[in-house]
């Protein structure tokens, strides 16, 4: 059993793919090739010239065997103009390359789990089984309102149809996959006149990871799946749970969650625990290929680094500026955070009602946040880095529940009267909700300010009513398995609703991967 990764690159500047920056994208190639290699079976890369020499040449992954066969030049001239308009066709050209038993696994795969012995031998296994996807229906449905020739496995209910999901894909059946790359070319070449007709990005999902599981079950070959649940509408994949590795969770696929900067800063700390010199290789390589198209910084008026005074208060104080700009016609001052302050309390005697409570709150709340990001230095991220380990270190050991915990000072908590987070990955609001504020009653509401040290940015999380109370009854070297107990017979006897010993424990584990938290090992 060999087990493949494909990475093909068009040109040095387009790197980072869907990720935010270069390094994300090398940080997942860099965990999720360092994990495959822990189980110490054959491995093969896929790619390009370019691919190799960032892959092989600049990052050293040392691959088993690396073969160039995705080099344009490989593909047959007649069908090459499809691989410009379909990446998974790729893959599917790969996947047919291969002459041996084979896994494939995608480069935002993290596999912590053993390889089972009965997904070697399967005659096809695949990551999990999928229904009723929003890409797979309506694409099957243009399909068959558009595309004159299509299979009669493909003639089915779109709304019916099952799919596998291919972050990881393969098995001892290698010859399925060369008679599915020459289906799926004929199917294509077939229809070429009306490829047009397909919803942008749903082709691409639908001919890898739908057409392999309506071909294979055309020819009555099982499939055998990673993770055991077949995945719905309601999105059930756990692509950001990494604080709960390796014994709640062993197997992590990104997917379409690469631009979340909770999911970027995980990845690059958990390489940085895995593997610190790969990670520190990775920030060279990544800062050598920005350096191609990016040879100056320059701080955009969003940009917390920028040394622009006002630029950097227009950044931090955005939400208090749209209130204002929603109450007065006066506009505020940046440039300075003394001149600004005194804006705010001058504007907002003027105003009627609870119109200058509102105003001085979202101000009071960014104030802090600012307060926070101006105070970081060095000492405090390193403190990150050094709690996120020893946190990383116990929970691989499986004795995390041991330890004491603490509250750190690489957090912030703000509590405010009205809720002024933005839309975000913590969040199901939309992004600009807080401008509703000036209409709404005041409240009580607690948030937690992350700092991201990877992006250099504050994350703000609104915390419900588990994370307030295990904030509340955490003090100081006070026992995990203590603090569960505390927060479970406390909501006890507020209310008859009781959180799970389970739920609990996930939470205190969040806040802990998140920072809020350092533990420490309890000395007998």
Known sequence: MKLVQS?????YDHVKGNWPEERFALFSMALSYHLLKKQHLPTRLNTNGIGFDIIVNMLGLEYDEVDICLEKNRFDPQTSQLFDKYWSLHKLYAYSLQEEPFIHFDNDVYFYKKLDDSWKSAELVAQNKEF???????????IQHHFTRIPRYLDIDPQSVMAVNAGVAGGTRFDFFKQLYREVILFLTDNQSHLESLTDGFGNIFIEQCFMKKYADSLGIPFKYILPNTVGPSKEYRANKFHLLPDK??????????SNATTCESIAKMLYHTNRSLYQHCVQVAGSLQGRHQPVHKPKSSDPLSNDVSAKLRYFFRRTNRICELLSD???PFSSIELLSEAIYLIGKS?????FEVLLDVFVFELDRYRFFMALNADLVANIYRNFNTYCDASFENDWKEYTISMTDTVK???SRWNWVEGNEFTE???????????????HFATLIYYYPEQNIP???????CDRLIIQLSKNDILITELTDLVHQSWEERDKIVFSENYIEERIRFLVFQGVFAITKQIN
């Open 459 to 465: 994350k703000e999380h609104p915390l419900k009513i």
């Open 429 to 443: 609001i939309p992004p600009n909700y807080y401008l509703n504020n000036t209409k709404l009653p005041p409240g």
């Open 249 to 258: 969770v062993d197997y992590i696929h990104v997917m379409n969650y690469k």
């Open 330 to 332: 006066t506009p505020l």
């Open 351 to 355: 105003m009627p009602g609870n119109y």
């Open 413 to 415: 908590l703000l509590e």
């Open 7 to 11: 990475t093909w690159f068009n040109n």
């Open 132 to 142: 009723g996807l929003s890409y797979y229906t309506i694409c099957l449905e243009e």
